[in-house]
Each structure stands twice: as C-alpha cells, then as structure tokens.
C-alpha cells in the first residue's frame, strides 16, 4: 500500500514563502514521477510542478520563476519551495505520485495566502 504524507502549508502574507514537503511509503518503484497539483475554491485541480526520478521537471507558466521543485530519491520524497507567493496561489495542494499505470493522490495541505 502506497501512502503519500504532505506537509508545510499555512498562511502566509504576498511576497512570502513556503515550502512543502511530502513523504511516500509503500512498494514504490525506483522509476516514477511525483509533483504537485493544487485545488482553488470553485475551480478545477491544476498541475503545479513535477519531477521524475532523473530529475526533469516540468512547472506550470504560472509559477515558473517563483516555485522549485526538487525530490530526495533516498527518501521518495517531493519538495516544493514557494517564493514570492501571490493571493492567487491560495488552494488545497496535493502531492502526486505516478508510477506505471498507477497514481496516488495526498490528503493535500491548504496555502492561504493573503494580500
């Protein structure tokens, strides 16, 4: 049984920081993708950042510049460092992990960030 725990949110004022952690457990392969996706109230769940086991990543245009995402492979775990964080980027976020046919989704951690 795969288990993602993610933690690090909070409230934060515009221009401030974050950084998210998250941590999975289980028979994990030592090939897969883990990232980030992040829920806004009334929207859609959107793609945040990825990265792959080797390292590639891939950020949405909107956090480009501001968020990084980076992985420890030791320790199957995903961060997330935020910077310069803006209102809009107030959400649940959720850590993913992709491997084969398979997908395994956090409990998500909110960030609130005010103006």
């Known amino acids: 049984q795969v288990q993602l725990v993610e933690s690090g949110g909070g409230l934060v004022q515009a221009g401030g920081s974050l950084r998210l952690s998250c941590a999975a457990s289980?028979?994990?392969?030592?090939?897969?993708?883990m990232g980030w996706y992040r829920q806004a109230p009334g929207n859609q769940r959107e793609l945040v950042a990825t990265i792959t086991t080797g390292g590639t990543t891939n950020l949405s245009d909107s956090v480009k510049g501001r968020f990084t995402i980076s992985r420890d492979n030791a320790k199957n775990t995903v961060y997330l460092q935020m910077n310069s964080l803006k209102p809009e980027d107030t959400g649940v976020y959720y850590c993913?992990?992709?491997?084969?046919?398979?997908?395994?989704w956090g409990q998500g951690t909110q960030v609130s960030v005010s103006s």
């Open positions: 289980g028979s994990i392969p030592r090939t897969n993708t």
């Open positions: 993913n992990l992709k491997f084969f046919r398979w997908e395994y």
